[in-house]
């Protein structure tokens, strides 16, 4: 059986706005989980999720209730897969190198708030970062998350979000 996971972080929301919502329905739509990175920003954003699956951490930037809530790692199964999902913001200069030590027997391993889309293979170990999915840069660039798939094998694409009218 496939599962669909759709990856985002760093949404930097004081409310799930319309926007938000149309954004979270064109790219999530045929998702059966949501996985968050942290930085939801304010407890409401959860909302936006309609009662599906969330595994979720929190980032430097929320609330109080959230950190009270989300685990600042959390190590969880999606399919047969292990997966170590961290904000990042405690970890350093090389979030990579210490997501290794935080999850030594992971099969995937992701991570949000450097606002940069990564996606490699280290070994056997996925490593993902779905990026900022507000659009944060500099130049206009859109906001982008990550769909993961655990079926027989572990695979990941990242995607811009696209323009809603």
């Not at 913001?89 to 210490?98: C, F, K, Q, S």
């Not at 280290?122 to 507000?134: C, D, E, K, R």
Request: hydrophobic share 40%; glycine share 10%; aromatic share 8%.
């Amino acid at each position: 059986m496939l599962i669909r996971a759709g990856v985002l972080s760093d949404t930097h929301l004081h409310k799930p706005d319309s926007r938000f919502q149309k954004q979270l329905a064109l790219c999530f739509q045929d998702c059966d989980v949501i996985i968050h990175a942290g930085d939801l920003t304010d407890p409401s954003v959860l909302t936006a999720f309609h009662g599906r699956p969330l595994f979720a951490v929190h980032g430097n930037m929320c609330a109080r209730e959230l950190h009270r809530r989300h685990p600042r790692q959390l190590e969880f199964t999606l399919g047969g897969f292990t997966i170590g999902l961290a904000h990042g913001a405690h970890l350093g200069p090389d979030i990579e190198d210490a997501l290794w030590t935080l999850f030594p027997g992971a099969d995937c391993l992701i991570y949000g708030h450097t606002h940069r889309p990564v996606c490699h293979s280290h070994g056997q170990v996925l490593v993902l970062n779905p990026g900022s999915f507000q659009a944060t840069g500099r130049d206009g660039e859109p906001g982008t998350y990550a769909i993961l798939e655990a079926g027989d094998q572990l695979r990941a694409s990242l995607f811009a979000i696209p323009p809603i009218p």
